[in-house]
């Protein structure tokens, strides 16, 4: 069974841009949650979708937005990039989500904005 | 708000011997606590989690955690550590907050295991 994968692997942004990440689960698998980490703010919750609705999410500002689609598949977009973007997006599948079920995290997305 | 705290940023111990990464909790209600590894270069992976039964939790690659109520902590332990364990090691805890559940994490620890 393939894991999760992400694209693209790395990425190179100018301030004030915006970019889209994606994101496909494993197969069967309904949940789809992302995650930010960086050096200073550690690994922080982004939001989950549980087909194709945001069932939770974290503390984040309005740029950072997702969807999710029929397939499962789901893309993170960051609008009107800051500086302080720059970090490791991971997501991660799982069959029921909201933590209840073991998560599968792909290699995630080393997002740098200069 | 729930959180977690992971008290030391490092963690040293000789192959073979007994290791425990710390975690305490502060939470409202029953806690769902987790433990996750980050290999150099790799994503996550799930190690283990608590959310209700046996105070013994057991999980991948031969690690454990105890949870304990009364000293609100969580720790991970491994009765014989092995190199190929180095690793970044995060202790998380779901936070049911107001309408939207989150999973917040802790600073992490690095393990560092010796030949």
């Known amino acids: 069974k393939a894991g999760v994968t992400q694209t693209p692997r790395y990425l190179i942004k100018t301030r004030g841009q915006q970019v889209t990440l994606s994101c496909s689960p494993i197969?069967?698998?309904?949940?789809v949650s992302w995650y930010q980490q960086t050096p200073g703010q550690g690994l922080q919750f982004l939001f989950e979708?549980?087909?194709?609705?945001?069932?939770n999410k974290g503390n984040f500002p309005g740029r950072f937005s997702g969807r999710q689609f029929s397939n499962s598949r789901s893309e993170m977009n960051v609008s009107t990039l800051e500086l302080g973007d720059s970090a490791l997006y991971l997501c991660a599948s799982s069959l029921e989500g909201q933590w209840l079920d073991e998560q599968y995290f792909g290699p995630g997305t080393r997002l740098t904005v200069t | 708000a729930q959180s977690v705290a992971q008290p030391e940023d490092q963690v040293n111990v000789a192959e073979g011997n007994p290791l425990t990464v710390k975690c305490t909790y502060s939470?409202?209600?029953?806690?769902?606590l987790f433990w996750y590894v980050q290999y150099p270069n790799r994503g996550l992976q799930f190690l283990l989690k608590y959310i209700t039964g046996d105070n013994l939790v057991k999980g991948s690659y031969g690690f454990e955690a105890e949870f304990n109520k009364s000293q609100t902590s969580f720790h991970l332990k491994k009765p014989s550590a092995l190199v190929s364990d180095s690793a970044l090691y995060f202790c998380?805890?779901?936070?049911?907050?107001?309408?939207?559940?989150?999973?917040?994490f802790g600073t992490g620890t690095r393990l560092l295991v010796s030949p």
């Open positions: 979708y549980f087909s194709e609705t945001q069932r």
């Open positions: 998380a805890v779901r936070d049911e907050g107001t309408g939207f559940q989150k999973l917040v």
């Open positions: 939470v409202s209600g029953n806690p769902y």
């Open positions: 197969s069967g698998h309904r949940s």
